[in-house]
């Protein structure tokens, strides 16, 4: 009954304090509003999206400028309606990007929090793997992977990009649990006999957090950056199955001169890109110091 | 000083040995073998195996590897079989090496040069309206994945403004090298330049904190006591410190180099290393694309090893451990 009581408070003032955060910085309510506007156009669009948007090819009403046949943005080159493909390829980038922060979080917060709480040699060895990787050219290497598996699902996609970008984070959640282990309350649950798991999880994880959530923020429109990137080159996702990165594809190559010629195949896309992204962003900073309100700017 | 560099180098040999036994895997997972572009539908089985045999493709793989490893030492990365069908894969990057290293080492000086101007003008005015622009610019650029911003400079500066050429790189083999270098200026300054502007985050953001940190120190507290003007304080005390860690970060700008490239390349049209990537995993070329992680892999070792001799030269703390 306590605990009940006492999590609805903390819930109602987390969304009191994310108010007023909002309303002290105009940037951070204009992402907002530019974020609900958008998820809500994902959303009501999902109903008029046809499912064989992707593998549609009807030649006749291909690659149609803006305003014509009832087409605001026109067709793109497989004959489909631009605003529609745009509408899916965001929902496509959008769970890719949350599949893949979800997973990265999950697993940073344990892995980070039980190797930084035990140290040892388990940490030495896993500190070193972490430095090697992160020198590794991340991106190069996604690339081979992705163009040997000839196009995959957004699932495969999901868990590849997952299992392969997680060192960073790790390393942030493990520096942060370093930096709690030794204060004052975790050696008084250490000696009065708590378990270890229920001095992470419910000692140390709160008070690291408001970090993880703007991790989470900062994961996901990085997620959704390495995926459009390397789809906007042509490695990654099968034929049919669209992002905002495919939808860039054709800019490439030969027909670059359309970036010029043919503005409507990039910059609606390439806005979408930058208010999905840069607004999520902006909302975990804000997130964060709602949460910690020692980080609050007066 | 000389055996904090020893040390360091010594590092590097097992690290080296895990990052070719990385790249050999990732060769591995490549389907097809090296006679995959020069066979054809007709090709007689036992030809096949005859030529997979001659080239040591049916070994274990410990003993691929091992011949692997000679090859590169001996200078032998193997033919290219789809980008210059023929061609040796030293000869292909020989000659694409030129114009990525121009472009990259513009764009480096570059993006020093705007991030530590705009940390310095935001350091300078703290919480004022500059100083948010500035911090906005940087997360803008950071959280959005760069390739979208090179359209927007691809469409004003080579199409609205006409100053730069659309695409290739200036260089022509039958010329001089000077005609060449400063033909080349005129086709890598865009992309070098639209690299290095929106790269400008990490370090900014890294020095205008160390900057506000410096000058919350006690000894400028002291200098100004003394009556030293804020102008020198900031010159000779501050700036030198703030620029500590930064200068160990020199190192890593070598390890982006081709990681930068492969983008702004394929956008701006400019054929050297990094489209040669795309190029070569587009077309399947897998000597090529192992060469070119080889060089990656070694880049990135060669860039952790400068930035550390130049943190240990700077900052004699660091030399102690």
Redesign the interface.
Known sequence: MDMEIKKQRFGSKFIKNFWRELEKDN?ALLATILLIVLFLFIIIGQIFVPTDIGTMSNILSANLPPLTNGHILGTTNSGADFVLTLIASASNSLIIGFGVAILITIISVTFGMIIGYFGGWIDWIAMRLID?WL???L???L???F??AKGLSIWSLILILAVLSWPPNVRLIRTLTLSEVNRDYVQAAKISGTPWYKILFTGIFPNISSTVISDFA?TL?GS???E??LT????GLKHGTSSLGTM?TV??GSS??S??TQ?WL?IP??LV??IL??G???LGQVARRAIDQRQSVS | MWRTILRRVLIMIP?LI??SI?IFM?AQ???GDPFYGSLNPNSDPATIARMRHAAGLDLPWYQQYVKWVGNVIHGDLGTSYVVNKGWTVTRIIGQRIWPTLSMGIIAAVLTYVLSISQALLAARNENKIIDRILI?WN??T????S??FY??M??LF???IPIFP??GTGIDDTQSFTTNFFSNLRYAFLPALTIAVFSTNSIFQYLRSNLLDQQAQDYVRTARAKGVQIKDVFRKHILRNAFLPIASGIGYSI?GI??GA??AE??F?YPGLGAL??QA??G?DYTV?TA??LL??VL??L??LLSDIISAWVDPRVRVK
Not at chain 1, 232 to 235: A, M, N, P, Q, T
Not at chain 2, 142 to 145: G, I, L, N, R, T
């Open positions: 940037l090697f020198v590794m050219p991106l190069m290497i690339a081979i992977i163009s040997t900062l429109a959704i950056g390495i459009t990137s906007y080159l042509g490695f860039l800019l490439s670059a001169s970036v010029y503005w990039w896309v390439t890109l930058i992204t840069f999520i962003v902006v | 690290q895990l990052v990385l990732l997972l490549m389907p906005v997360t803008m950071s959280a959005v994945p390739f979208v359209f927007v691809m469409v080579v199409y609205i659309s695409s390890t081709l990681g492969i983008f394929t956008v049209g990537f795309v995993l587009s399947r694309i070119l992680m990656q892999g990135a070792l860039g952790g």
